[in-house]
């Protein structure tokens, strides 16, 4: 089965352009409670969206999923929730918990009524997984790799790939029959790692889930819907098409292919060690 691709915008234009070619979910993001402090200084998404634009957004779907991240759990979280379920918000992702009760207080909140994701994204969730996995109501889990880099004092988010870290969440999740997915990918080709490798990685490790990230298709740099079209419709090809190759990698392949990502790894630490 293909990865489910979700693609960050609040722009209606896009969202269509997004759907037209098989993004099957298109995020909504009102997190900004503590973001801006966790990630000064790093070169991460940072989002201005509003509950107005997914009652915007959603009529125009017919395929996609519409998701929201909402803030991390808070005083007024439960007002947030009920309002983007409201607003039509098919999944719901809590960012940034890190204990059991948070979990249970945002599945309680939610009802039912959409699907939950976990963004697993702190040493605390991390530690406390055993016990979140017995827990009932959890549709998915996304492991966060920026904000957990970060929290470990790494030099680079896919270390974490690397090292062993979301082969060790993975096996967890995946033994407690939850579905589960990491990070991003970039254009086939492209970025500090190709995204040919992550994706083999996804499909290593029963990932079913990922994020296109905004070297994907960076809007800021277009001004003509014509083109982000046209991205869209030769990227998601191209994406597509590695999965299909990696669907039926033997285990030498999958093996060959992570020694080729931990070494592009290696060698992107090792750079910004010396800047």
């Not at 599945?107 to 406390?128: F, H, M, P, Q, Y």
């Amino acid at each position: 089965m293909p990865l489910k691709l979700m693609y960050i915008t609040n722009n209606e234009n896009i969202a269509l352009i997004a759907e037209k070619y098989g993004v099957d979910r298109i995020w909504i993001d009102l997190e900004t409670l503590g973001k801006e402090k966790r990630q000064k200084n790093y070169d991460s998404v940072k989002s201005h969206h509003s509950i107005e634009d997914l009652s915007k957004i959603r009529p125009l779907l017919t395929t996609s999923d519409l998701m929201v991240r909402v803030n991390p759990w808070n005083e007024q979280s439960e007002e947030e929730i009920e309002a983007v379920i409201e607003a039509g918000a098919q999944i719901v992702m809590l960012p940034m918990w890190t204990c059991p009760d948070e979990v249970e207080k945002f599945i309680r909140a939610v009802d039912g009524r959409a699907k939950t994701n976990l963004l697993l994204e702190t040493v605390g969730a991390e530690n406390c997984l055993d016990e979140v996995l017995k827990l009932q109501g959890i549709d998915e889990i996304h492991i966060g790799l920026n904000d957990l880099h970060i929290q470990y004092k790494l030099k680079f988010m896919f270390e974490l790939l690397a090292n062993g870290t979301v082969d060790r969440i993975c096996n967890k999740i995946k033994d407690a029959g939850i579905p589960y997915g990491f990070g991003g990918v970039a254009r086939i080709g492209c970025g500090d790692v190709p995204a040919e490798l992550v994706i083999s990685e996804h499909y290593r490790l029963g990932s079913t889930i990922a994020i296109l990230s905004r070297s994907f298709c960076d809007v800021t740099k277009y001004s003509d819907y014509a083109d982000i079209d046209r991205i869209f419709e030769a990227e998601m090809k191209k994406i597509r098409d590695c999965e299909a190759k990696a669907i039926s990698y033997s285990n030498s392949q999958f093996l060959e292919n992570r020694n080729a990502f931990v070494k592009t790894v290696e060698k992107v630490v090792a750079r910004r060690i010396e800047e």
